[in-house]
């Protein structure tokens, strides 16, 4: 059954994250021919429209006014709002991320329809069903929208962009809204991140625990990660120790992850760590201790001091991939 299917685009530092592609991969599957159009809102954005169609949306609308530079909830919800009773989609599709998060189930109230979030997969063969990680990632479930619009928030790095295709254009058009009465207003973004690569959309992640035993510590690991262009994350255990900041957390009560690749050193593999992190493609557990936890979800496990390991890790991709 072909929908009209809205998909939001986020923007963020003069570019567009990739989630917003993912988005659209997966409202073209959701469309099952309709119509996919692209909303990207923002201020001084137009610029960067056209790559969603290079990445497979229809028709792209520019939302633009100066109370959306920033993302805040209200401002957000009544340009969504403006835009959904105009076009009048079938279905719409958000990544699971900061913004998604908060936005969609503002927006899902409002419409009084359904909502699934944190969809890792949509099963398109036959009923459209879309699958989700419950239990901390122990178990997935398949769970489907009978009635009304069909509502999606998709977990970055699972669902796979369509590959780019720059002979692709499609129409953009500049959609004006009323933006008032903000009961938020963002006066500053501090920003505390360790390096440049998004932590919920790196493809590797090298991540520190207890055992890196300072903030110093910390260094090798970096140095890992940015020969193999990834980003830093960290274990609850490091960020109360104080070695890192909580931007790092990775788990139950911090991020979510997916990388292809996730280095996990001196984390004993708490429950509440896993549940953040045991959905990755490939993990690599360097710890002392051979019968620590993390060995158990791990694909491939290191015995050693990590304060060993790593460097020589670094040195060995240093040589391979430079
Ligand atoms: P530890 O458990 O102390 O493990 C340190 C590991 O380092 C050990 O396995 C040790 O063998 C190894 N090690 C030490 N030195 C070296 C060395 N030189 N080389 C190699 N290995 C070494 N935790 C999270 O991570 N994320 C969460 O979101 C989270 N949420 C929580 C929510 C709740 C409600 C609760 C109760 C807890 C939560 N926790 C969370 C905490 C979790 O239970 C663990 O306490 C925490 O993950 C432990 O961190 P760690 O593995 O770094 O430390």
């Given at each position: 059954?072909?929908?009209k299917?809205?998909?939001?685009?986020?923007?963020?530092?003069?570019?567009?994250?990739?989630?917003?592609?993912?988005?659209?991969?997966?409202?073209?599957k959701?469309?099952d021919?309709?119509?996919?159009?692209?909303?990207?809102?923002?201020?001084n954005?137009?610029?960067?429209?056209?790559?969603?169609?290079?990445?497979?949306?229809?028709?792209?609308?520019?939302?633009?006014?100066?109370?959306?530079?920033?993302?805040?909830?209200?401002?957000?919800?009544?340009?969504?709002?403006?835009?959904?009773?105009?076009?009048?989609?079938?279905?719409?599709v958000?990544?699971?991320?900061a913004?998604?998060?908060d936005?969609?189930?503002?927006?899902?109230?409002?419409?009084?329809?359904?909502l699934?979030?944190?969809?890792?997969?949509?099963?398109?063969?036959?009923?459209?069903?879309f699958?989700?990680?419950?239990?901390?990632?122990?178990?997935?479930?398949?769970k489907?929208?009978?009635?009304?619009?069909?509502?999606?928030t998709?977990r970055?790095?699972?669902?796979?962009?369509?590959?780019?295709?720059?002979?692709?254009?499609a129409?953009?058009n500049?959609?004006?809204?009323?933006?008032?009465?903000?009961?938020?207003?963002?006066?500053?973004?501090?920003?505390?991140?360790?390096?440049g690569v998004?932590?919920?959309?790196?493809?590797?992640?090298?991540?520190?625990?207890?055992?890196?035993?300072?903030?110093e510590?910390?260094?090798p690991?970096?140095?890992l990660?940015d020969?193999?262009?990834g980003?830093?994350?960290?274990?609850?255990?490091?960020?109360?120790?104080?070695?890192c900041?909580?931007?790092?957390?990775?788990?139950?009560?911090?991020k979510?992850?997916?990388?292809d690749?996730?280095i996990?050193?001196?984390?004993?593999?708490?429950?509440?760590?896993?549940?953040?992190?045991?959905?990755?493609?490939?993990?690599?557990?360097?710890?002392?201790d051979?019968?620590?936890?993390?060995?158990?979800?791990?694909?491939?496990?290191i015995?050693?001091?990590?304060?060993e390991?790593?460097?020589?890790l670094?040195?060995?991709?240093?040589?391979?991939?430079?």
């Amino acid at each position: 059954m072909a929908r009209k299917t809205l998909v939001l685009a986020e923007a963020r530092d003069g570019g567009l994250r990739h989630v917003s592609y993912e988005a659209i991969a997966a409202g073209k599957k959701v469309a099952d021919g309709g119509e996919v159009v692209a909303v990207l809102c923002g201020d001084n954005i137009a610029s960067l429209a056209q790559s969603l169609g290079h990445y497979g949306a229809d028709r792209i609308l520019t939302v633009e006014n100066e109370n959306l530079k920033n993302y805040t909830p209200d401002g957000y919800k009544q340009a969504m709002m403006q835009v959904i009773d105009s076009e009048k989609p079938e279905a719409i599709v958000m990544g699971h991320t900061a913004i998604g998060k908060d936005l969609s189930a503002g927006i899902a109230s409002r419409l009084n329809c359904g909502l699934i979030s944190d969809v890792t997969g949509i099963d398109a063969d036959g009923e459209l069903a879309f699958i989700r990680p419950v239990y901390a990632g122990k178990a997935f479930e398949k769970k489907r929208i009978k009635d009304g619009i069909v509502f999606i928030t998709i977990r970055p790095n699972n669902i796979e962009a369509l590959e780019k295709d720059e002979s692709k254009e499609a129409v953009v058009n500049a959609f004006d809204v009323v933006v008032k009465d903000l009961r938020t207003i963002v006066k500053d973004i501090v920003k505390k991140t360790t390096s440049g690569v998004d932590l919920s959309e790196a493809k590797v992640i090298v991540s520190g625990g207890r055992g890196v035993k300072s903030a110093e510590g910390f260094e090798p690991l970096k140095e890992l990660a940015d020969v193999l262009g990834g980003a830093v994350g960290a274990s609850r255990g490091a960020c109360d120790a104080g070695y890192c900041d909580y931007s790092m957390q990775i788990g139950q009560t911090g991020k979510v992850v997916t990388p292809d690749l996730y280095i996990a050193c001196g984390i004993s593999g708490a429950i509440q760590h896993l549940a953040g992190m045991s959905n990755s493609k490939v993990i690599v557990a360097i710890n002392k201790d051979p019968e620590a936890n993390i060995f158990n979800v791990a694909d491939y496990g290191i015995v050693g001091d990590l304060f060993e390991v790593v460097p020589l890790l670094t040195k060995y991709f240093k040589e391979v991939l430079q």
